[in-house]
Antibody, heavy 121, light 110 residues
Framework: QVRLVESGGGVVQPGGSLRLSCEAS????????MDWVRQAPGKGLEWVAF????????YYADSVKGRFTISRDNSKNTLWLQMNSLRADDTAVYYC??????????????WGQGTLVTVSS | QSVLTQPPSVSAAPGQRVTISCSGSNSNIGNNYVSWYQQFPGTAPKLLIY???QRPSGIPDRFSGSKSGTSATLGITGLQTGDEADYYC???????????FGGGTKLTVL
């Protein structure tokens, strides 16, 4: 079955950096687009970023553009989210998900359990 | 403020039917597929409906989706207390070139 396991969350100071990882198994990772979605405490879902199945198409929410970078290694079945210049409003649970769309967001078929990022001094 | 507009809450009695609306524009719902997600407190969301009206395997036919113009609707029949959750619509916005979600709707089964 599909398994997505996020890691790398934690507490970081404002202005700091963090790299999230998502290890995928149980499906043909290299044929799926992948997304990061976040959820601030007590708030709704916020789409963060998408990467196409081959890694060339990348899209970002305006709130993270220029600060976050999504990447993938299909040989390792792994997705990453490099987060720089972190701010307090980036505090959230970050989920990775596989996407039914190969070139842009279409639907999020399966989700990981999430990893909590807390930005605080 | 979300690009897609959902009612913050809906409620109905067990066994009844409820609908949750999701309103957008031509650049998102009007020209792209809509998906719906169910989320219980403290857990990851789960895909309920994709391509406007398709159910993934394992999703009961009590859940249905539809789209008309720039709006989409999630319907749930035969409500059960176990359906109490938050529900989100999502789609691609071709003008913004971003994914977008509704603000979420909390379903209460009275």
């Amino acid at each position: 079955q599909v398994r997505l396991v996020e890691s790398g969350g934690g507490v970081v100071q404002p202005g700091g950096s963090l790299r999230l990882s998502c290890e995928a198994s149980g499906f043909a990772f290299s044929t799926y687009g992948m997304d990061w979605v976040r959820q601030a405490p007590g708030k709704g879902l916020e789409w963060v970023a998408f990467i196409g199945y081959h890694g060339d198409n990348k899209y970002y929410a305006d709130s993270v553009k220029g600060r976050f970078t999504i990447s993938r290694d299909n040989s390792k079945n792994t997705l990453w989210l490099q987060m720089n210049s972190l701010r307090a409003d980036d505090t959230a649970v970050y989920y990775c998900a596989n996407d039914g769309g190969r070139l842009w967001f279409k639907q999020l078929d399966s989700w990981g359990q999430g990893t909590l990022v807390t930005v605080s001094s | 403020q979300s690009v897609l507009t959902q009612p913050p809450s809906v409620s109905a009695a067990p066994g009844q039917r409820v609908t949750i609306s999701c309103s957008g524009s031509n650049s998102n719902i009007g020209n792209n597929y809509v998906s719906w997600y169910q989320q219980f407190p403290g857990t990851a969301p789960k895909l309920l409906i994709y391509e406007n009206d398709q159910r993934p395997s394992g999703i009961p036919d009590r859940f249905s989706g539809s789209k008309s113009g720039t709006s989409a609707t999630l319907g749930i029949t035969g409500l059960q207390t176990g359906d109490e959750a938050d529900y989100y619509c999502g789609t691609w916005d071709s003008r913004l070139t971003t994914g977008v979600f509704g603000g979420g709707t909390k379903l209460t089964v009275l």
